[in-house]
């Protein structure tokens, strides 16, 4: 098992009994590239925003860096749920220690109503992981567009460097230098 996988079953006190294989599959689906933040064998609600139609799910449900992973199977059915962080529009705690406590993650197309932990201050731990993925995750999506801006201000000083040595002439570098600034 991933070691990031065994640290979020710890960190949140998941129990993981008779949901060992379930959590392997998932584990395949998980690119290296991406760290789990969040993973529980749960019950999840499922509700299609636009038809409202819910529908009540085992299955395994992820949070990594980069996306939430929903990964369910029943009798000979089974599919996987994904959404990009950058689509989740808010996240909700609720729930009290007879119908345990619940998560909702809303995205734009479906929301995601997760059964937890009971202990309030685990709900809310779960939450603000949530929530601080998705803050992270948008810094760095920002960050990450100034940097390729300034690399496409770099090749257009190259290429105005090569004008200037008539390696290109003024046309081949216009089309060039427009073709970038469209990315910016």
């Known amino acids: 098992m ?3 996988i065994e ?5 949140f006190k998941v129990n993981t009994f008779g949901n060992k294989k379930i959590i392997e599959k998932v584990e395949a689906l998980l690119r ?3 760290q789990v933040l969040y993973i529980s064998p749960t019950n999840v609600v499922v509700t299609a925003v636009n038809t409202n139609k819910k529908n009540k799910l085992p299955g395994v449900f992820v949070l ?3 996306r939430i992973l929903f990964h369910y199977k029943i009798a000979f059915d089974e599919s996987t749920d994904t959404s990009d962080l950058s689509k989740i529009d808010s996240i909700n705690c609720f729930g009290n ?10 995205t734009r197309t479906k929301t995601y109503d997760i059964l ?10 779960i939450k603000n992981t949530f929530e601080e993925a998705i803050n992270n995750y948008t810094q760095n999506k920002v960050s990450g567009n100034k940097e390729s801006d300034t690399d496409i201000l770099q090749q257009i000083e190259k290429l ?7 390696i290109l002439t003024e046309e081949e570098f216009q089309e060039k230098k427009q073709v970038l600034m469209a990315r910016l």
């Not at 640290?7 to 960190?11: H, S």
């Not at 220690?97 to 998560?103: A, D, Q, S």
């Not at 105005?160 to 008539?166: I, P």
Request: no cysteine; net charge negative; glycine share 8%.
């Open 116 to 125: 937890v932990s009971y202990k309030k201050a685990l709900m809310n731990e």
């Open 2 to 4: 991933r070691k990031d």
């Open 32 to 34: 290296a590239d991406e």
């Open 7 to 11: 640290q979020a079953l710890e960190k």
């Open 160 to 166: 105005a460097e090569l004008r200037n040595k008539d």
């Open 64 to 66: 990594t860096d980069n």
């Open 97 to 106: 220690g007879l119908t345990g406590g619940h998560v909702e993650v809303h």
